[in-house]
């Protein structure tokens, strides 16, 4: 008897719907899965026979063929095992097949019965509404984040007794429930590290804010323990509150790298990723066999905090440059080839030299000038222009430690950002374009008009500083945010002075 299962499998940061087709017949007993399984799923046959037996039912002594449709894509994970194990039972009428007909399964199966969280509940909540489908049944593990999808009834099961039972209509389970305006529109549940923590350094502070204000990146030089970490660790409290859009685009992809939390259904506060410098380039990218984001695809609406950047082997960041650019990722391997969203603030920190003493007034370097030059020389110059800030970060001195006055705090230099904020997606609203950080050519020529005296400057300082095409564009970005922060329609002089100040590197911070 044949029995179909409706199921689902993650590609990329989307689902798609997969048949699961089980044919119980008469032979001898054995027990294949096709349609292109991977391991995980060929050793589903064992943990689907223990359970099937362990829960009390009757598994045949049959030849059992499950199919997995489309058969022309890959499957992965072990989310088929409570699917294939529900086939099985229903091609042996132990279970109803009429109530299948608009119902998605998932789920992983121990051997004594139990059911075990998946991967990628969201998305596949969202493909099962998108295709029709009314009732969806999961482990109770990810049955929250999978309610946040309106007009889909989210049944969480703990184990193959329930699932059966809730099928033969038997037993009741109540559909999970969660409000997704609620959870966006409340206070952030995570206590972020205030700005105010942080003595002196004023300067850096206001190009913090910049930086927050127009999604710009930004890197920061200083010797040890100037505050170059401390402050990186603070930003994500003065980025605006995530919108509705972007706390779904980042808990799905949370939620199929397995690293969202169980009690945490969406994510609603902005990421925060800081790899250590030992990272591969397919840790920062992704990358394997199948395509799965990285790095900067989980830091995806958020910030990406790379602390002692020279450190980082070369290729690692040369990769860098494409989603940096686009604000996507794309993979391509011989099973598929996937785009992952990677639009993300990159904030990194260095020291100036190898003993991180260049520049410091009270400490010597040690650092011959050539020792010096190819500390910096391991990062290139065109990842360098994809940085729109550059900010040296000095000791910070006595008198600063000692007051008492630190500065404003986080919540109120947040207003002003989410004040600029909101000048920008009036500006380009009805466009993909949600920050000046990510202005292209066209718009930088309607939106970045500066007045006579500000062209002068810029002029005097690209002559003298012989900064690149980009560099231009980036001096042009940046002065639109701060001309933003101070709610100025037009870009004067002050702003693209100030603009300008925020290129360190190419005002030749390493010459002796």
Excluded at 57 to 70: D, H, K, Q
Excluded at 266 to 274: A, E, K, N, Q
Excluded at 468 to 486: C, N
């Amino acid at each position: 008897m044949l029995a179909t299962v409706l199921s689902s499998a993650v590609l990329g940061i989307d689902a798609y719907v997969v048949k699961v087709e089980v044919d119980v017949s008469d032979g001898l007993p054995a027990f294949s899965t096709v349609g292109l399984p991977d391991s995980a799923i060929k050793e589903s046959r064992d943990r689907v026979i223990a359970a099937i037996k362990n829960s009390g039912f009757y598994f045949p002594p049959s030849r059992i063929t499950a199919n997995l449709a489309p058969a022309d894509i890959r499957k992965t994970g072990s989310a088929f095992d409570l699917p294939i194990a529900i086939g099985v039972m229903a091609a042996t009428n132990q279970v109803d097949l009429a109530n299948l007909e608009s119902t998605m399964v998932l789920g992983e199966l121990a051997l004594d019965g139990t059911i075990r969280s998946i991967q990628g509940g969201l998305p596949i909540a969202i493909a099962a509404k998108q295709n029709g489908i009314k009732n969806l049944i999961l482990p109770a593990a990810n049955a929250k984040e999978a309610a946040i999808v309106d007009d889909l009834s989210v049944f969480p099961v703990e184990s193959l007794t329930d699932a059966a039972a809730f099928l033969n209509s038997a037993k009741e389970i109540s559909p999970e429930t969660y409000t997704l305006s609620n959870a966006v529109n409340s206070e952030d549940t995570q206590t972020y590290l205030d700005l105010i923590d942080v003595k002196g350094q004023e300067h850096v502070k206001r190009a913090v804010e910049v930086a927050a204000a127009g999604g710009h990146n930004i890197i920061m030089i200083g010797p040890p323990g100037s505050g170059k970490t401390m402050i990186a660790k603070r930003i994500p409290s003065i980025l605006p509150k995530l919108s509705t859009d972007e706390s779904l685009e980042t808990t799905k992809i949370q939620s199929i790298i397995g690293v969202l939390p169980s009690d945490t259904p969406l994510v609603t506060t902005r990421p925060f990723r800081s790899p250590h410098h030992t990272i591969s380039d397919a840790g920062l990218i992704g990358g394997g066999n199948v395509p799965r984001p990285g790095e900067v695809s989980l830091s995806h609406n958020g910030v990406l905090f790379l602390d002692e950047l020279p450190e980082f082997r070369r290729n690692v960041l040369e990769v860098m440059r494409q989603p940096l650019e686009d604000g996507h990722v794309t993979i391509s391997r011989a099973a598929a080839s996937l785009t992952y969203p990677a639009n993300f603030m990159l904030v990194a920190a260095m020291n100036p030299c190898p003993c991180g003493f260049f520049s410091d007034p009270n400490r010597e370097c040690k650092c011959t000038h050539k020792q010096i030059q190819t500390y910096v020389s391991r990062i290139s110059g065109p990842l360098l222009d994809r940085i729109d800030i550059q900010v040296e970060v000095p000791a910070v001195k006595y008198a600063e430690l000692s007051a008492e006055v630190t500065g404003e705090a986080s919540p109120i230099v947040r207003k002003r950002v989410e004040a600029a904020r909101r000048l920008q997606h009036q500006r380009f609203d009805g466009t993909s374009i949600h920050a000046n950080a990510n202005m292209e050519s066209k718009q930088i020529r309607e939106y970045c008009k500066i007045e006579s005296q500000a062209q002068d400057l810029l002029r005097i300082a690209i002559n003298q500083l012989g900064l690149s095409a980009r560099a231009y564009d980036r001096i042009l970005k940046v002065s639109r945010t701060i001309a933003d922060l101070d709610e100025n329609p037009s870009i004067d002089a002050v702003h693209v002075s100030e603009a300008i100040q925020y290129r360190s590197l190419d005002r030749s911070f390493w010459k002796k």
